[in-house]
Structure formats: structure tokens, C-alpha cells
């Protein structure tokens, strides 16, 4: 079966620089999740999408940027990196309409891991 | 807002052995889904069992089951004839049901198991 698909898989970038983080997600999902796990930390949830329209807000600092496209992946812009930026960034989807949807979890991509210099 | 905690930041069980992990949240929803999920060395999230808050019966899924128990806020998840392969971090997470909610998913701190041969 089809899974979420995130890339790059790893990124090294310099502070200041930007970043820019790529989502497919499973086919016919509607919801698009992103999340921040810094080092030895739980997932933060950061931003979500339904049906190409944020949904949710978290903790996402106002030098991060996402959006949904037509085709349903999303990105994730990153800008100004920090060191503090350094972190495994998961995406996730699932659908939320539907019959059964409440019943549906999120699927995890394999995260990207920037590395901030 | 609603929190999870995990208090054992680690545990230890000999290869075949059970082992419980204790999960406890708080929230004032009364339709929510509650998860473990599994983080190996590789940084997948893999999903590992889930329940619904309005079932009374806990959710098994092979050598995993859960106890929930909804007045005390508590999920449990037991880890039955364990194997090498089980070590990893657990997360438990929950999830809002409720319409018009949003349905991201919140974790607590993790427990990192560790499968003794």
C-alpha cells in the first residue's frame, strides 16, 4: 500500500539559510499533518491542512510557512533557520470525511532530518 | 488543552517476558482516540494499537493489548512474549473525535524500551 512520502530524507543547512520540506501524502487523504521532534523530545505538532486549507495551528514559529497544493502534497518553508531548527520533521495524513473517518489514524512519512550548522 | 503523560522514561524486559507501559491524560472531551505508537532506531512512527474512548473493550493487536480505563484516565499498553525487535520508544498519543475539533495528535514523553537477550 501506498505510504506517505517525505523529502529530502536528510537536509544540512547553514543558520539563516532556508529549507524547504516536501509531503505526499496517501492517496485519497484529505488532512495533512506536520510535526517537530527535536532530539530526544516527543513529536510537537506544528501546522495541518484539510482539503488544502490549514486547519490547525500549533507551535510553529512565525519563520515557518506551509501550504497544500492542488495535487494534495505539501510543504513545509522554512526560513532564518536557527540551531534550534535542527529536528526530525514528520509529515502525516489521514482522512477526516467520510464513513468510518473517526476511525481512520494518522500515517507517518519517514520524516526528514535537518541539520542546522 | 489536553495532556499525556508517560512516567517511566525507560524500561528494561528479558526477551519472552511481559512488559507494561503506563500511559495517563487529561482531557474534558468525552469522545477521543487514544494510540501507541512505536519510534525504533530508524525514527519511523509506526502505529501499534489504538482505542476508542467510547469502546469499554481494550483493543489487542497480536502480542500488544491495552488496559483502558477511562475514569482514571489511564492506557496502559502490555507487551506480551516480547522480542528483540520490540525495543524501540513508545509514544502514547491522543487525539480529539469531536466534531469541529481538531484532530492532531498530542504525545506524551515517550518510554524507551530495551529488549534484554
Known amino acids: 500500500a501506498a505510504g506517505v512520502i517525505q523529502s529530502p530524507r536528510h537536509l544540512i543547512k547553514e543558520k539563516r539559510e532556508t529549507a524547504t520540506l516536501k509531503c505526499y501524502p496517501i492517496p485519497r487523504h484529505d488532512t495533512v499533518y506536520w510535526y517537530q521532534q527535536g532530539p530526544g523530545q516527543d513529536p510537537q505538532f506544528l501546522i495541518s491542512?484539510?482539503?488544502?486549507?490549514?486547519?490547525d495551528k500549533g507551535s510553529i514559529p512565525d519563520r515557518f510557512s506551509a501550504q497544500q497544493f492542488s495535487d494534495y502534497h505539501s510543504e513545509l518553508n522554512m526560513s532564518s533557520l536557527e540551531l534550534g531548527d535542527s529536528a526530525l520533521y514528520f509529515c502525516?495524513?489521514?482522512?477526516?470525511?467520510?464513513?468510518?473517518?473517526?476511525?481512520?489514524?494518522?500515517?507517518f512519512g519517514d520524516g526528514t532530518r535537518l541539520s542546522i550548522l | 488543552a489536553q495532556t499525556v503523560t508517560q512516567s517511566q522514561p525507560e524500561m528494561s524486559v528479558q526477551e519472552a517476558e511481559t512488559v507494561t507501559l503506563s500511559c495517563t491524560y487529561d482531557t474534558s472531551e468525552s469522545d477521543y482516540y487514544l494510540f501507541w505508537y512505536k519510534q525504533p532506531p530508524s525514527r519511523q512512527m509506526i502505529l501499534v494499537i489504538r482505542?476508542?474512548?467510547?469502546?469499554?473493550q481494550n483493543a489487542t493487536e497480536n502480542r500488544f493489548s491495552v488496559n483502558f480505563q477511562k475514569a482514571a484516565k489511564s492506557f496502559s499498553l502490555k507487551i506480551s512474549d516480547s522480542q528483540l525487535g520490540d525495543a524501540a520508544m513508545y509514544f502514547c498519543?491522543?487525539?480529539?473525535?469531536?466534531?469541529?475539533?481538531?484532530?492532531?495528535?498530542?504525545f506524551g514523553k515517550g518510554t524507551l524500551l530495551t529488549v534484554n537477550p
Open positions: 482505542q476508542e474512548a467510547y469502546k469499554q
Open positions: 502525516a495524513s489521514s482522512l477526516t470525511t467520510g464513513v468510518g473517518w473517526s476511525n481512520q489514524p494518522q500515517h
Open positions: 498519543a491522543y487525539r480529539s473525535a469531536e466534531g469541529g475539533s481538531n484532530y492532531k495528535l498530542t
Open positions: 491542512f484539510y482539503e488544502k486549507m490549514q486547519s
